[in-house]
């Protein structure tokens, strides 16, 4: 089975912006394919932007939302894939596709229209390949939440998708791996928000705004713990553990009314960085992932030392605990969580 070569991008997307935001996926698909990469990975929500839908009506989101893969965005993607002959992964808002009752009198809770967050990927040659449905989204109260975890084969390699928030949920990251996941993509809108842990908080626009003439400050605010340092606490950790590989993509810029710092990266089986983007713009992280890592990390061992007898009622067993917004423990309501 060949190595694969991986392009992990970030980019600012324009909020709402459909048109927009496919045409860059469309131009750097064609860069990463020039480059000889196979995939290419994008962030959460990629083609419709995602923290400005916290303001958005249900409405207002539903007419955002499109199904999949059936909706004229899937089938954009569909299309770019083919021209530059490159998988591609991105993200949108999703809608439910099953039919709105006739009459007031016909609604049930379970006919209401659904939205998703969800991450796809197409193939140039197999067409649309997966979907993956955010499992604890909460940008908005609109969104439902995804029920299962997606495995697809892609150029012979298995692969998995969480999303954002889904992959600080160590379960699920495990999960994945015992179904045999050896690549994970892990598309993001996060860092740069306020949250309990130390350092956490806000990067201030004006620095972005300014970032030409003084690119030392914002990166500074970038790297230390309010970006990537928290970063490295814990997404190495899941490389490692799980003994696979991770590819990160992160938005760079404004996202909505908040600041991202990008990021994106690839990750090998041994938590190690083997690619990341570095430009303060558009940017890619290039990587070729290679089988023999697979076998040769800790985390392949660990699963096969694994004693599920001793923990299957522990790990299974329910909780109290709920998914915490900043805004909703007293943050700042321009968004975030806690973490």
């Known amino acids: 089975m060949s190595d694969l070569k991986i392009a992990s991008v970030q980019f600012e997307n324009a909020s709402g912006d459909k048109a927009y935001n496919l045409a860059v996926i469309d131009r750097l698909s064609a860069q990463a394919a020039q480059q000889g990469c196979k995939v290419i990975a994008f962030h959460e929500c990629s083609i419709t932007g995602y923290t400005f839908a916290s303001h958005l009506t249900k409405t207002q989101l539903i007419d955002l939302a499109e199904p999949v893969p059936s909706g004229p965005s899937t089938q954009s993607l569909l299309r770019i894939s083919r021209i530059h002959n490159i998988a591609i992964l991105a993200g949108l808002f999703e809608l439910d596709p099953s039919p709105p009752p006739k009459t007031s009198a016909d609604a049930t809770p379970n006919s209401i229209p659904k939205i998703y967050n969800t991450y796809i990927c197409v193939h140039p040659t197999l067409g649309f390949l997966a979907a993956q449905r955010k499992l604890h989204p909460f940008i908005s109260p609109h969104l439902s939440p995804g029920n299962s975890y997606a495995l697809f084969d892609l150029y012979g390699w298995k692969c998995s998708i969480l999303i954002c928030y889904d992959n600080n949920i160590i379960e699920n990251v495990r999960a994945t791996a015992l179904m045999g996941a050896e690549i994970l993509f892990a598309p993001h809108v996060t860092m740069c928000t306020p949250s309990s842990r130390p350092g956490a908080g806000f990067v201030d626009p004006k620095f972005w705004e300014n970032r030409e003439r003084d690119p030392t400050t914002l990166r500074e605010e970038f790297e230390g713990l309010k970006g990537r340092k928290w970063l490295m606490k814990w997404l190495p950790a899941r490389a490692y553990d799980n003994g696979i590989y991770m590819v990160f993509s992160n938005p760079i810029g404004m996202d909505g009314d908040q ?25 890619m992280a290039v990587a070729v ?51």
């Open 259 to 283: 600041l991202k710092n990008g990021c994106s990266m690839v990750l090998d089986p041994f938590g190690d960085v083997v690619a990341e983007c570095a430009k303060l713009g558009d940017d």
């Open 289 to 339: 992932c290679t089988r023999e890592k697979l076998e040769m990390a800790g985390g392949w061992r660990y699963r096969r030392a694994r004693r599920p007898e001793l923990y299957r009622g522990v790990i299974g067993r329910g909780n109290d605990a709920v998914l915490q917004v900043a805004w909703m423990a007293g943050g700042n309501e321009r968004g975030g969580h806690v973490i």
